[in-house]
DNA sequence: CGAATAGTGTCTCTTAGACAATATATA
DNA sequence: TATATATTGTCTAAGAGACACTATTCG
């Protein structure tokens, strides 16, 4: 037997798409539309599709989010096959979940043009990641809660080891306005003078990424982790890896914040 | 387009096997094959091949197991999946990669009935996880150099955790001799007094697997690890989770270890 | 000033790592 | 007894967690 005469399974990718969304206290969401056609029209479920001939999976992936949710993803990380003979009961199909996680900025267009998309809250519930869906059901169709948890449990052991490594920090959105304060005078010792562009890109983050608060991040990482972490062990883990800028937030009660910038690349 | 007609990729799977040779410095050790046929004759590679209709992944890999190499593997763990297009030239294949971690001991019989099946070293060089192959041949065909990466990494973690996870642990062997001595007064207060056949058991490990010294583990760990291990550090680390018994080893200069045996289940 | 939030010093507990002292076998 | 190996005690350094004290802003 030649192996081009082998049978050949249909070949699916599904994605959870992960997002913390800022409010004042930021959770953590999943990107879900409701189905039509085929299979459990109506239902809510995380977007999936068929590979097609020449295609890599992640690409496949980008080309669903885009075709099911109106999404452009950025990253997907490959995260199980499933590959149960019987798993759908439309035919023989392995499935290669994958998760992407995607900064709620990217995702906000599409959830006002559309009305079968949004993103709904991931809970943690007695040990179990749980997803609150709109409607009647409370389980995602066939075997992709799975997926959710294990995307889940993935980007918390990334969020374990680096600070925001996926960039979800967003300020400017309602409930965590950070607006900034220059100082009258820098912080460190001969440090350089910034002109008025530099500022802005660092503040706008159209160099660096957005500026935060290290409170501000550490509530992005409790959304991610599913808990409260301790404001000062916190701090010690991600200072380091961080670039402390000359400015500090403002507009709020209490002491301001001083601003950090990613020093990642 | 309806789903049954999208064009669908040969989907194969590809596996590292791998255990720890129990010669007096124990080592990590892969198994491979020489291939015949079809592509890069004669070259030793790791098996590999292309799943059938309606079968599982994993059973697909004990298959080409037992198909190219003898050799009946045990819980193939999945790896990653490999999608490029053209990574094989002789049309659109996707690879899902996996590892096993096989003792030694279920290897030898394929190893002396056949000559086109051989367990190489693994060696750690300058940070790369290198192969040591027979033949002219430094790399294995294909990106499969990677997936050896790939499953080296993981088998560390898993080691790294718990004390012989897969039991690749094989005393009575060359170089390992490991016979026993019964204490004459038990060393807990108020213990059981064993009965010959217990003795038998916990001994020849027809119940617990085989018994072993702490220096015995030590060596297996330091085999999976490619470093040495400390002496005390990895005692503390893995005693709570064994058993120890009544049990020391006999044979060999010095003070004899304490036997002891594993503790899951 | 009081309330609220940010930043930091310090104490404890745990653990890895290192070293050494003690224990028990063989030759 | 000399040698080799096993076992265990202890010291140190690093890090997580907890707590509290200080700092800086707004109202």
């Known amino acids: 037997m030649k192996w081009e005469e082998f049978a050949r399974p249909s070949?699916?990718?599904?994605?959870?798409?992960?997002?913390?969304?800022?409010?004042?206290?930021?959770?953590?969401?999943?990107?879900?539309?409701?189905?039509?056609?085929d299979a459990h029209p109506g239902r809510w479920d995380i977007p999936g599709g068929f590979v097609q001939a020449g295609e890599r999976l992640?690409?496949?992936?980008?080309?669903?989010?885009?075709?099911?949710?109106?999404?452009?993803?950025?990253?997907?990380?490959?995260?199980?096959?499933?590959?149960?003979?019987?798993?759908?009961?439309?035919?023989?199909?392995?499935?290669?979940?994958?998760?992407?996680?995607?900064?709620?900025?990217?995702?906000?267009?599409?959830?006002?043009r559309r009305d079968d998309v949004r993103i709904v809250r991931v809970q943690?519930?007695?040990?179990?990641?749980?997803?609150?869906?709109?409607?009647?059901?409370?389980?995602?169709?066939?075997?992709?809660?799975?997926?959710?948890?294990m995307a889940v449990e993935r980007l918390r052991e990334r969020y374990a080891r680096h600070p925001?490594?996926?960039?979800?920090?967003?300020?400017?959105?309602?409930?965590?306005?950070?607006?900034?304060?220059?100082?009258?005078?820098?912080?460190?010792?001969?440090?350089?003078?910034?002109?008025?562009?530099?500022?802005?890109?660092?503040?706008?983050?159209?160099e660096t990424g957005p500026a935060f608060t290290l409170t501000e991040l550490r509530r992005v990482h409790e959304a991610v982790a599913g808990r409260?972490?301790?404001?000062?062990t916190f701090r010690r883990m991600v200072e380091p890896h961080l670039h402390r800028t000359a400015f500090t937030s403002e507009g709020r009660v209490g002491r301001p914040g001083v601003l950090y910038v990613r020093d990642d690349r």
Chains 1, 2 share one sequence.
């Open 164 to 206: 925001d490594p996926d960039g979800l920090t967003s300020s400017s959105d309602e409930g965590m306005t950070t607006t900034t304060h220059a100082p009258t005078v820098p912080t460190w010792d001969g440090g350089p003078v910034l002109g008025d562009s530099q500022v802005h890109a660092l503040v706008a983050g159209a």
């Open 124 to 149: 943690d519930s007695d040990g179990r990641v749980r997803v609150q869906l709109p409607g009647r059901f409370r389980r995602l169709p066939w075997d992709h809660d799975e997926i959710v948890t």
């Open 228 to 232: 409260p972490l301790q404001r000062d």
């Open 58 to 112: 992640a690409d496949t992936v980008l080309r669903v989010l885009r075709e099911k949710s109106d999404v452009r993803g950025l990253a997907p990380t490959q995260l199980h096959v499933f590959d149960d003979p019987k798993r759908d009961e439309r035919g023989w199909v392995i499935a290669v979940a994958h998760m992407d996680a995607v900064p709620h900025q990217r995702l906000q267009a599409a959830m006002t």
């Open 11 to 37: 070949v699916a990718v599904d994605v959870a798409v992960l997002t913390v969304v800022p409010e004042s206290q930021p959770w953590l969401g999943l990107l879900v539309y409701r189905r039509a056609g």
